[in-house]
């Protein structure tokens, strides 16, 4: 009997500490933060948080400052005095965790001691609930069909956190609403209405075009003729959308006397990462569209879900997916005819560059009937959306294409067959080339994110042999 009540004894008491920690509360103990971030400074100090340690329900985080001259921290309006551990210095302080919290640390490494602002976030995933968010009680999750890159998370009040696959979070924040007190300082805030919009990717324009919303873009990447979206390029001419320089050189000066409240911009800027930096030190919030690395065409369409979201057009972003799905339903499955067709353009350096194996123009070739030429990649590169090769490794595997689809959406230089040889006499050896069977895609493609069934349709005509009534391709002489 007493063996039987301990057990039972035991069983009770594990089910009250699982409940404890359902709650989000830690037994004691020390933890090591599953993610630690600081802002504020001079950027001249490492703050690190390597341990929390847990006792009676009351979290102390070891705080380490990478520089001796640290005396003192004030937090929650206590101080707390420094220990010196060699070149570090060290504090001890009650901490919050899964929130963000402000600390004010004194330092002697300048004329006078001088006390320096920053906001710690410590995050600690055992402590909290999976969707927790800065006191925001979490509803419900955006459904997705085909869109791997993001997600959309729904709060009470109105918020919405998109989350975008190897790339950042960001908060929408309703109207006359506040921003959450503690929120994680990784998430960037984007206060609606977004009313004053730097479009710098191309593709999105096509999507907000869609959803009635053109009139929050104030300021283009593009020149009113590189668009193809002729309500962009109409605006422009009225004055209602201004040019405000192209991604990697925006006009700065023209976004904050305008007011800009959001720069959109495709995975272009990250190799600018300056003018990304600079834009948010002036205020003004970068949203990273990443919809070029989806692996299914449908799932790059999808993403006019998360620009529902940002501009208020949801419902109409839904509906609009769901007619774009209906197409795609309605054009069936094209028969697979085996021809392969290579994709490609060559950099000015005379690399080629080819789409990887999983990006979403691979998908739409095999859903027109054809077979890509490099579906056979591997290793890293084939999860990228666009791999660099050298001419030899394009000759060894798509000379026997027999297709060619050139993109002068990137290279303009090409207008005929003539052009396309003159960039590689290599290319003359190809087989498509002999035959006669290389097709060019201009900015049309790309910049039409909402019609991904009309390239797929465009495709499967070139397979066949039937050039009317294509919208995408045309045929390079």
Same mark, same amino acid.
């Given at each position: 009997?007493?063996?039987?009540?301990?057990?039972?004894? /035991?069983?009770?008491?594990?089910?009250?500490?699982?409940?404890?920690?359902?709650?989000?509360?830690?037994?004691?103990?020390?933890?090591?933060?599953?993610?630690?971030?600081?802002?504020?400074?001079?950027?001249?100090?490492?703050?690190?948080?390597?341990?929390?340690?847990?006792?009676?329900?009351?979290?102390?985080?070891?705080?380490?400052?990478?520089?001796? %001259?640290?005396?003192?921290?004030?937090?929650?309006?206590?101080?707390?005095?420094?220990?010196?551990?060699?070149? /570090?210095?060290?504090?001890?302080?009650?901490?919050?965790?899964?929130?963000?919290?402000?600390?004010?640390?004194?330092?002697?490494?300048?004329?006078?001691?001088?006390?320096?602002?920053?906001?710690?976030?410590?995050?600690?995933?055992?402590?909290?609930?999976?969707?927790?968010?800065?006191?925001?009680?979490?509803?419900?999750?955006?459904?997705?069909?085909?869109?791997?890159?993001?997600?959309?998370?729904?709060?009470?009040?109105?918020?919405?956190?998109?989350?975008?696959?190897?790339?950042?979070?960001?908060? /929408?924040?309703?109207? %006359?609403?506040?921003?959450?007190? !503690?929120?994680?300082?990784?998430?960037?805030?984007?206060? #609606?209405?977004?009313?004053?919009?730097?479009?710098?990717?191309?593709?999105? @324009?096509?999507?907000?075009?869609?959803?009635? /919303?053109?009139?929050?873009?104030?300021?283009?990447?593009?020149?009113?003729?590189?668009?193809?979206?002729?309500?962009?390029?109409?605006?422009?001419?009225?004055?209602?959308?201004?040019?405000?320089?192209?991604?990697?050189?925006?006009?700065?000066?023209?976004?904050?006397?305008?007011?800009? +409240?959001?720069?959109?911009?495709?995975?272009?800027?990250?190799?600018?990462?300056?003018?990304?930096?600079?834009?948010?030190?002036?205020?003004?919030?970068?949203?990273?569209?990443?919809?070029?690395?989806?692996?299914?065409?449908?799932?790059?369409?999808?993403?006019?879900?998360?620009?529902?979201?940002?501009?208020?057009?949801?419902?109409?972003?839904?509906?609009?997916?769901?007619?774009?799905?209906?197409?795609?339903?309605?054009?069936?499955?094209?028969?697979?005819?085996?021809?392969?067709?290579?994709?490609?353009?060559?950099?000015? +350096?005379?690399?080629?560059?080819?789409?990887?194996?999983?990006?979403?123009?691979?998908?739409?070739?095999?859903?027109?009937? !054809?077979?890509?030429?490099? =579906?056979? @990649?591997?290793?890293?590169?084939?999860?990228?959306?666009?791999?660099?090769?050298?001419?030899?490794?394009?000759?060894?595997?798509? =000379?026997?294409?027999?297709?060619?689809?050139? %993109?002068?959406?990137?290279?303009?230089?090409?207008?005929?067959?003539?052009?396309?040889?003159?960039?590689?006499?290599?290319?003359?050896?190809?087989?498509?080339?002999?035959?006669?069977?290389?097709?060019?895609?201009?900015?049309?493609?790309? #910049?039409?994110?909402?019609? =991904?069934?009309?390239?797929?349709?465009?495709?499967?005509?070139?397979?066949?042999?039937?050039?009317?009534?294509?919208?995408?391709?045309?045929?390079?002489?």
């Amino acid at each position: 009997m007493r063996n039987r009540l301990a057990l039972v004894l /035991a069983v009770l008491l594990a089910a009250v500490a699982a409940a404890v920690c359902a709650e989000g509360e830690l037994p004691n103990g020390v933890y090591a933060p599953d993610e630690f971030r600081f802002t504020g400074g001079t950027g001249r100090v490492v703050i690190d948080c390597p341990q929390v340690a847990v006792a009676d329900g009351q979290a102390t985080a070891r705080i380490v400052f990478g520089s001796p %001259n640290y005396t003192t921290l004030t937090y929650d309006g206590v101080q707390y005095t420094a220990a010196h551990e060699g070149d /570090a210095s060290v504090f001890e302080i009650p901490a919050e965790l899964n929130r963000s919290f402000e600390i004010t640390a004194v330092t002697t490494a300048m004329s006078r001691p001088h006390g320096i602002g920053y906001t710690l976030y410590i995050q600690l995933n055992a402590a909290r609930h999976e969707k927790d968010l800065a006191g925001l009680t979490w509803e419900s999750e955006l459904p997705l069909s085909y869109a791997e890159c993001f997600s959309v998370d729904f709060y009470s009040g109105g918020y919405a956190l998109i989350d975008v696959k190897d790339g950042a979070r960001y908060l /929408a924040v309703p109207e %006359n609403q506040p921003v959450p007190e !503690g929120l994680d300082p990784g998430i960037t805030v984007l206060p #609606q209405p977004l009313d004053r919009v730097y479009l710098a990717a191309t593709p999105v @324009m096509s999507l907000i075009d869609r959803l009635d /919303a053109m009139d929050a873009v104030r300021f283009s990447g593009t020149q009113a003729e590189g668009w193809t979206v002729e309500n962009a390029s109409e605006a422009m001419r009225a004055g209602s959308m201004l040019f405000a320089g192209k991604y990697s050189e925006p006009d700065y000066e023209l976004l904050l006397r305008e007011e800009c +409240d959001l720069a959109v911009e495709s995975t272009m800027i990250l190799h600018t990462p300056k003018v990304q930096e600079l834009l948010e030190m002036l205020g003004i919030p970068v949203f990273v569209d990443r919809s070029s690395y989806e692996p299914h065409p449908l799932g790059r369409t999808e993403w006019i879900k998360v620009y529902g979201v940002l501009f208020g057009r949801q419902a109409e972003a839904c509906a609009f997916f769901e007619e774009q799905c209906a197409i795609l339903d309605s054009i069936g499955d094209f028969p697979q005819t085996d021809r392969m067709v290579a994709f490609f353009y060559i950099s000015a +350096d005379g690399s080629v560059v080819v789409r990887g194996a999983s990006d979403y123009v691979a998908d739409m070739i095999a859903l027109g009937g !054809g077979r890509y030429a490099f =579906s056979d @990649m591997t290793d890293e590169d084939s999860t990228r959306a666009s791999v660099s090769i050298t001419m030899e490794d394009f000759y060894a595997a798509a =000379s026997d294409a027999d297709y060619l689809i050139y %993109n002068t959406s990137i290279d303009t230089t090409v207008s005929g067959l003539a052009d396309l040889i003159a960039r590689s006499g290599l290319l003359s050896q190809f087989k498509a080339v002999r035959e006669g069977n290389v097709w060019c895609a201009g900015s049309d493609l790309f #910049q039409a994110a909402d019609t =991904s069934a009309g390239m797929i349709s465009d495709i499967h005509k070139m397979l066949c042999g039937e050039e009317e009534g294509m919208v995408f391709l045309k045929k390079l002489c």
